[in-house]
């Protein structure tokens, strides 16, 4: 069974202070992403990854930096949350033969105060 | 520039049918998939295609038609279960992920 685990599950954290959201997959996948999901925009791209110790940017990157520092393991940073950063974000893997099949962890639900 | 459109709501009777409608429009494409959300969890997987046609998955159905930019989610039988959002999603590049559309939030009731 394929595994995404996000850490931690529920946070809140204050304007410009520092936030680091992880995730890790036991799926054995290449390619990893972070999308956030607020009522109104739907899920949207953050950063992604195709192998360690190399990230790319989404389509919503401004705020956010992104780390991989192995196949398992992928962190989504703030540097200085802001109160427009509340939201539940998910990590997910997917195989490099089909990208069109994500699996997603249970999200983590940041709330900026 | 890209975009995925689904309607926002959808009701439907126990036992019955459902078509959950998407249109996309993208400068590529390279497949597109169909996930299931319910309240406060995480999306799941359901079907992924990238030829025309239909393809049937059992409780479930889905339709390409990549000229029209046209895909819709077919669920038969419906139980009070199946209630929750159906999300649409396309990928126009191998690296890039995927982009979603909002969402349909289809209610069953008996």
């Known amino acids: 069974e394929a595994a995404v685990t996000q850490s931690p599950r529920s946070k809140v954290a204050v304007t410009g202070g520092k936030v680091t959201l992880s995730c890790h997959q036991t799926?054995?996948?290449?390619?990893m992403y972070w999308y956030r999901q607020d009522t109104g925009h739907g899920l949207r791209l953050i950063h992604y990854?195709?192998?360690?110790?190399?990230?790319e940017k989404g389509d919503i990157p401004d705020g956010y930096k992104a780390s991989r520092p192995s196949q398992e393991n992928f962190s989504l940073i703030l540097e200085l949350a802001s109160l427009s950063q509340t939201a539940v974000y998910f990590c997910?893997?997917?195989?490099?033969?089909?990208?069109?099949?994500?699996?997603f962890g249970e999200g983590s639900k940041l709330t900026v105060l | 520039g890209q975009g995925v459109e689904q309607p926002d709501n959808l009701m439907s009777v126990e036992g019955t049918f459902a078509r959950v409608n998407c249109t996309y429009s993208?400068?590529?494409?390279?497949?597109l998939s169909w996930y299931q959300q319910r309240e406060g969890h995480a999306p799941v997987f359901l079907s992924y295609?990238?030829?025309?046609g239909l393809k049937d998955s059992g409780h479930f159905s889905t339709f390409l038609s990549r000229s029209n930019g046209y895909s819709y989610l077919l669920l038969t039988e419906l139980q009070i279960k199946d209630s929750a959002s159906y999300l649409c999603?396309?990928?126009?590049?191998?690296?890039?992920?995927?982009?979603f559309g909002l969402g349909t939030r289809v209610s069953v009731f008996p």
């Open positions: 997910a893997s997917s195989d490099r033969t089909n990208t069109g099949q994500l699996y």
């Open positions: 799926n054995n996948h290449d390619y």
């Open positions: 990854s195709y192998v360690a110790d190399s990230t």
């Open positions: 993208t400068s590529g494409f390279n497949g």
């Open positions: 295609v990238v030829l025309d």
């Open positions: 999603a396309v990928r126009d590049n191998y690296a890039q992920g995927l982009t």
